[in-house]
């Protein structure tokens, strides 16, 4: 009896309960930031990472999401070379943790890439790049970027293939070249399978991206280390770093279904 109820249940009679709990908790948080002068204090000296993490996050999956694309076409690709070193990269910064991929870049990568450039250099004449010459803020950027171009590329594989291949015979037929029919016929639709496991992905990073603090760059929750290191009021701090997080990605998660909900019923009309 109870599996039944449960069976027949529809999504629309499961009112929010969490989100409403989400949302009181959110008020009160933001009724102490407002009368209370420690939390206005904190949230004074958080918020200025609000810039930077946004930042990082746009900038990193746009170039993860670009190379994903890139990693996504070699692995169907036509060349065993390319379907093979698409596959090792793949799965092996796949089996990396985002944190431990940070540092490599950072304190590993990084060194070996300046390295790299100094050997071209120096037989021009010109003077050696040093690593405190790379950025922080750019090999964290770099870090998340390898790390989740591997996940998006299976994200675009999967939408890639799940296109109707008698669309794409048909397009050959009608003499559609192979970039014709990538842009034309097999990206569209593919499109409508990659956007919701994509926008997962960009919710995952906007809370990955926090790991950036590791590194000392001033986003939101190194700041918020800083200011609670240096204040003891850890409890207040880490209240606010985690209802900017919050507020943050529960709004676009929310957003996200909406839109998908949107798509689901535009495709039913």
Do not use: H
């Not at 206005?40 to 810039?51: E, N």
């Amino acid at each position: 009896m109870f599996r039944k109820k449960i069976a027949s249940a529809s999504p629309k009679q499961d009112f929010p309960y969490w989100l409403a709990a989400a949302c009181v908790i959110a008020a009160f948080l933001l009724f102490r930031i407002g009368t209370d002068e420690i939390y206005t204090q904190v949230m004074a000296t958080v918020s200025r990472g609000i810039g930077l993490t946004i930042f990082v996050t746009l900038v990193a999956f746009f170039l993860a999401s670009v190379i994903g694309l890139l990693l996504a076409l070699a692995s169907l690709s036509g060349s065993i070379v390319l379907r093979q070193s698409a596959r090792f990269y793949i799965e092996v910064v796949r089996g990396l943790p985002i944190i431990v991929l940070l540092l490599y870049i950072a304190f590993v990568g990084t060194p070996l890439i300046v390295a790299a450039i100094n050997a071209v250099l120096e037989p021009l004449g010109a003077d050696p790049m040093r690593t405190r010459d790379f950025p922080l803020l750019w090999r964290a950027i770099v870090a998340l970027m390898i790390g989740y171009s591997a996940f998006i590329a299976e994200v675009f594989r999967a939408g890639i293939q799940a296109v109707d291949k008698g669309q794409i015979e048909a397009a050959e037929a009608l003499g559609m070249n192979r970039w014709l029919r990538f842009r034309l016929i097999i990206f569209p639709q593919a499109l409508k399978t990659i956007l919701p496991p994509l926008g997962n992905d960009f919710v995952a990073m906007i809370k990955d991206s926090s790991l950036v603090s590791v590194l000392g760059v001033a986003d939101i929750t190194q700041l918020g280390k800083v200011y609670a290191a240096g204040s003891f009021r850890y409890f207040e701090t880490y209240n606010v770093v985690a209802l900017i997080y919050l507020m943050m990605t529960i709004t676009l998660s929310l957003a996200l279904r909406r839109f998908e909900r949107s798509k689901e019923v535009g495709g039913q009309s």
